[in-house]
């Protein structure tokens, strides 16, 4: 019959032993190219290249998993301009994978002989000064008036939040936004008809509301209310 403390010392071996195993096993995986970087993965890429991502990312193949600091990763992605974020994660024994959001066009600012994109937050993360040419898509988006466009100014804000979940009915006929206020958007369309959208809320069903009203005759459109729309 085996004593109390001859169990105790059996069990304290076979702990030791288990945090051995774990420590070398930890060890191994960091400092030796057994579960290192062999293959990197970009998904849902579209406008940036894969091979921009992964130069700008910098990550050395054959670099062990462990030592990769995803963080550090993710954010020098997330600093190419058209790039909104990224997140990075290891896939073991050897993949790292680097998922991006890209950003969206939503409308252009034109000061004098430059044009800049917005995004859906307000960020104008692509610039065409003068003598560079803006390309068809974005040349077409809607054009911005506002007094501070920015990221941070609330107005803009409001405005590329409404423009952002247009219906493709209203892209297609829309020429220009004015903002004076977070609560004072209007629009331009083609034929030169006007709307008064408001502030960014309810904006479904406003341009639910705008839909039928643009079926009748009118150069002035009111949505701002979408339960009493109204035409002149």
Same mark, same amino acid.
């Given at each position: 019959?085996?004593?109390?403390?001859?169990?105790?010392?059996?069990?304290?071996?076979?702990?030791?032993?288990? &945090? &051995?195993?774990?420590?070398?096993?930890?060890?191994? =995986?960091?400092?030796?190219?057994?579960?290192?970087?062999?293959?990197?993965?970009?998904? @849902?890429? #579209?406008?940036?290249?894969?091979?921009?991502?992964?130069?700008?990312?910098? /990550?050395?193949?054959?670099?062990?998993?462990?030592?990769?600091?995803?963080? =550090?990763?993710?954010?020098?992605?997330?600093?190419?301009?058209?790039?909104?974020?990224?997140?990075?994660?290891?896939?073991?024994?050897?993949?790292?994978?680097?998922?991006? /959001?890209?950003?969206?066009?939503?409308?252009?600012?034109?000061?004098?002989?430059?044009?800049?994109?917005?995004?859906?937050?307000?960020?104008?993360?692509?610039?065409? =000064?003068?003598? #560079?040419?803006?390309?068809?898509?974005?040349?077409?988006?809607?054009?911005?008036?506002?007094?501070?466009?920015?990221?941070?100014?609330?107005?803009?804000?409001?405005?590329?939040?409404?423009?952002?979940?247009?219906?493709?009915?209203?892209?297609?006929?829309?020429?220009?936004?004015?903002?004076?206020?977070?609560? @004072?958007?209007?629009?331009?369309? #083609?034929?030169?008809?006007?709307?008064?959208?408001?502030?960014? =809320?309810?904006?479904?069903?406003?341009?639910?509301?705008?839909?039928?009203?643009?079926?009748?005759?009118?150069?002035?459109?009111?949505?701002?209310?979408?339960?009493?729309?109204?035409?002149?």
């Amino acid at each position: 019959m085996i004593g109390r403390p001859a169990l105790r010392r059996r069990g304290l071996i076979w702990t030791v032993l288990v &945090v &051995v195993v774990v420590v070398a096993g930890a060890l191994v =995986a960091y400092y030796t190219p057994l579960m290192s970087v062999r293959d990197t993965e970009v998904l @849902d890429n #579209k406008v940036v290249s894969e091979s921009q991502i992964l130069a700008v990312a910098g /990550v050395e193949s054959g670099t062990p998993l462990l030592q990769v600091d995803t963080a =550090a990763v993710a954010r020098r992605v997330a600093a190419i301009e058209s790039i909104e974020s990224a997140r990075v994660q290891r896939s073991y024994p050897s993949t790292l994978t680097i998922t991006v /959001v890209e950003r969206q066009p939503v409308v252009r600012i034109v000061d004098g002989q430059t044009t800049q994109i917005l995004d859906r937050l307000g960020v104008a993360y692509l610039t065409y =000064a003068e003598g #560079k040419k803006v390309p068809a898509q974005l040349a077409s988006l809607p054009q911005l008036t506002t007094a501070h466009p920015g990221p941070t100014d609330p107005t803009t804000k409001a405005a590329v939040k409404a423009v952002a979940g247009f219906p493709s009915y209203l892209t297609r006929v829309l020429v220009s936004v004015a903002a004076t206020s977070p609560v @004072d958007i209007e629009l331009t369309l #083609k034929g030169d008809r006007r709307v008064v959208w408001g502030d960014s =809320a309810r904006g479904d069903e406003k341009a639910r509301a705008l839909k039928n009203l643009l079926s009748r005759q009118g150069t002035l459109y009111n949505v701002s209310s979408p339960d009493f729309p109204a035409f002149k």
